[in-house]
Every structure is written in C-alpha cells, then in structure tokens.
C-alpha cells in the first residue's frame, strides 16, 4: 500500500494530468485536493482526448473512485457539463464523490474576476476569468456558499439572497455592472443540485475509511509550485496551494498518511500568464518548443511562454514539496535541437545566485546562467525503455537528476498513455529511479 501526492513542479502545464492518468491504473482512490476550473488535465488514451477541469484523471478507469475533495472550488455547471461529456463517450461517474465542504463557484464570482482584472489594466495578473480567486476569497471572508449548501434548498435561497445583495453593490458601484437577480441565481443552482446530489458524500471520512482498508491512495494536484499563493511567485499565482502539503488540507487527511511525493516537471519550462520567466525564450527555439510541444491552456487556450529548463526552481520545488522522485514529460519536444541549455543558476546585481528568491523583484531580475548540453536529433517517442534512448537523451536526463538532487521515476515521450518509459513505479516501486544515490544509472525498467 502507498499514498502519493502528485504536484506540478513548475508553473503548472508539466503534464500532471498523464502521470495521475498513469498511477490511476494501481490506485484504488483518486482525490483532487485544490483548484477549480482554472486547472486543465489533458489525457490521451487509444487516440481519443480528454480535457478535464474539476474531475479527477482517475474517472477513466472503472473501479478507481475519484474524490472532489473540499479544497477545491466547483463550478456547478462546468461540472455538469465535464460529467455529460464523459458519459456521451461511454465514461461512467459512479465512481465520482463530490465533497460536501467545497465551496462553490457562483456567477458573481466570474463577474468580479474578469472586471477586477480589466481594471488592473498593465497591472493583471493573467487570470483565467473563471471566477476561481474571488471564490477563494469568500472562503476565507466567511461568507462562502459551499456544496452542502446547495443540498438544503432553504439555507440556499437564504445565503444566495444575501450574497447577491451584497455583490450587487459591488458590481453596480465599483465596476459598472448590471445587478444579478437573486431568484434567478437560486432557481439555476437548485436545478445543479438536483443533478449533482448523488455525489455528494463526506469526503474525509470515504478517505479516512480507504486508509484504514489499506487502499492505494492517489492525490492529483492542480497547477504547479511557482503557482503556490504563499510559496509561488506572488502576485502571479493561484489562490490555493498547490504544493505537498496541500494536499492533505484540501483533502482533509493528516500528514502521516503520506507515503510519498512526485514532482512533475516538462523537460523544458513553460508558464501561462504574466509574471517574471528568467529562461523565456523569445525566438526561432521559443516558437518551435511550443509549436511542436502544443503548448496551449487546456483552459483558455492561451498559447503558453516557453523557455530551457530551469534547475533553480526545479531545486526549491523539491525543497518545498520534499519531492521523492520526479516525472520528466515531453522529452520528444526536444528530440531536433542540436544542442539544449539549462538554467543552473542566475545572476542578479552581479552575483551568481543558486536558488530562487522569493522576493519579487529580485526574481524579475534575474538572468539565467546556463550549461549547454548537445541535443540528440532522433527521435524518442518509440522508447519505452532507458536502453531505448539515444545516450545523449540519457544524459541529459541524468544531468537533470544530478541538479536537482532526486531521482527520476518516469520519463514521458508522447501524449499517449503508452508513450511512457517506467522507471520504476513510485506507488509500488522501491524508493530509486534514474540516478542512485550512490549516482549509478538505471539502465532498464524495473
């Protein structure tokens, strides 16, 4: 039995939804612990895509159950929507559970966020205008509607009479909005409760009691640790916590239940929105990563920064998650180039720096210092093993295990769930990978 946490490495985008996709297979129970539709996992089986916001990647195999745990924030319509898009293709949700805890996303919400980031004006922040900050907020303000809520129809009618005649003032006086009618607002969401109250359970005792049955647990993180509200690059953040330790808040567990965290990271770096990116690449070698990478939001469609990888911030992702192991994905992005740098450290105010600073500035005024490494021009998405990798592939991989102090468990080369070299298996697998401690090499799965 192992209980593994499952976070992004970087900006988010690193590919999270194909590993939890991967692991799901020997889970028994998948919890997403935090975020809300802001988030997007894109999965890939037999040639068909999925794209999923709020529904655990674990949804496609039957008997996983999969747990919207009560960090996360629900959009009831998108929900619904990601429910019926499943079922139209032969997916079934018997086994989806909704937290009765989550807050829950209300159309004031979305208003809020999108006129609040027209208003920064070259202030914004790159929200995806989904409404998932604002609902944050009124979680911590104590005036949140959460899904139990929507379970008891007059306690509903009652917190959405107040709320919206609160929000209204906000929205007339503040943005220039038209006002939202309350019993309009109550009729729609009572219509989402009745669609959503088969699902709706007690989600920390159904995680309690799968811990106590000795079950393989699976916590699928959103976003990645750059985007973390206390540990990311602030103000360009999320509005919840992505990192490790989360994960037991947003799913309602103890620390000690924890056996393990992977960390995943794409082979280069990417990041959506605004905020500094010391290794952004502005040309031919940007372009090309990000065509050949696909590199659009799941969420917003919005073409993502490309840039090399950047072992600074990889280190502190293992500092603050305690990464044990991590997931490399789109190395096939790289396989033309003929040669690939990696940020190893940057200068700032004519020092060399080895670690990311948490001040904001400091940050935007870094340059990063680089190692260039020789690409390997041949193609690696037919490579299911190690062996099967092109020696320069190899030692690149291993360069990055060395930088950033922790072995590799698997190594994606392709969106496909068959496109994937297991190095070992970090549910079931001894705590090794690519690179030993001793620094020898796995040369073969395991």
């Known amino acids: 039995m192992a209980n593994v946490v499952v976070i992004g490495a970087q900006w988010g985008d690193e590919g999270k939804g194909k590993i939890t996709d991967l692991l799901s297979k020997s889970a028994d129970v998948v919890v997403r612990s935090q975020g809300g539709v802001n988030a997007g996992h894109t999965l890939v089986v037999k040639g068909q895509t999925f794209k999923l916001h709020l529904i655990p990647s674990g949804i496609l195999y039957p ?20 429910i019926e898009r499943l079922e139209a293709v032969g997916v079934k949700s018997n086994n989806l559970f909704i937290s009765q805890t989550a807050h829950v996303t209300m159309p004031y919400h979305r208003l809020i966020d999108r006129a609040a980031e027209e208003r920064r004006g070259k202030y914004k922040l790159g929200t995806t205008g989904r409404g998932i900050g604002p609902t944050y907020a009124d979680k911590s303000e104590r005036t949140g509607i959460r899904v139990v809520d929507l379970m008891y129809a007059d306690d509903l009618r009652q917190k959405i009479e107040w709320s919206i ?4 003032v906000i929205l007339e006086k503040l943005y220039n909005l ?35 049955e000795k079950k393989n647990i699976l916590f699928e993180g959103a976003q990645g640790t750059l985007l973390d509200l ?17 994960a037991c808040v947003g799913a309602g567990v103890g620390p000690t239940i924890i056996d393990r965290v992977i960390g995943i990271a ?61 997931a490399i994905t789109k190395l096939d992005v790289l396989d033309e180039l003929d040669e690939i740098k990696v940020c190893i450290a940057y200068e700032l105010d004519g020092a060399t720096c080895h670690h990311f600073p948490t001040n904001a500035s400091q940050f935007a005024r870094c340059q990063p210092i680089y190692e260039t490494l020789p690409g390997w021009k041949q193609s690696t998405a037919n490579c299911r093993s190690l062996d ?47 690179l030993h401690a001793n620094g020898d090499s796995v040369r073969s799965n395991l």
């Not at 005649?165 to 209204?168: A, C, Q, R």
């Not at 729609?188 to 088969?198: H, M």
């Not at 959506?272 to 040309?283: M, N, R």
């Not at 079931?428 to 690519?434: A, E, W």
């Open 165 to 168: 005649n609160y929000k209204n």
């Open 63 to 82: 008997d996983t159950e999969c747990v919207i745990g009560s960090g996360t924030v629900i959009d009831p319509q998108v929900l619904i929507e990601e």
């Open 178 to 212: 038209s006002p939202l009618n309350p019993q309009e607002v109550i009729k729609e969401y009572l219509k989402y409760a009745d669609r959503l109250r088969p699902y709706v359970i007690d989600s920390s005792l159904k995680i309690d009691s799968a811990v106590k």
């Open 230 to 246: 206390d540990h990311g690059t602030y103000p360009y953040v999320t509005s919840s916590n992505p990192i490790a330790g989360g």
């Open 266 to 326: 794409k082979a280069y770096t990417t990041r959506v929105g605004e905020g500094p990116f010391p290794t952004e690449l502005h040309g031919e070698i940007g372009e090309h990563l990000g065509d050949r990478g696909a590199e659009f939001g799941t969420t917003t469609g919005r073409r993502r920064r490309c840039g090399w990888f950047d072992a600074a911030i990889g280190r502190y992702a293992v500092r603050i998650n305690g990464l044990d192991c991590l």
């Open 388 to 434: 099967d990798l092109p020696q320069a592939a190899l030692n690149y991989l291993k360069f990055l295990a060395e930088l950033m102090e922790v072995p590799i468990a698997i190594v994606s080369v392709g969106a496909g769930r068959e496109q994937t070299i297991i190095v070992e298996d970090p549910i079931h697998g001894p705590k090794r990978g690519l």
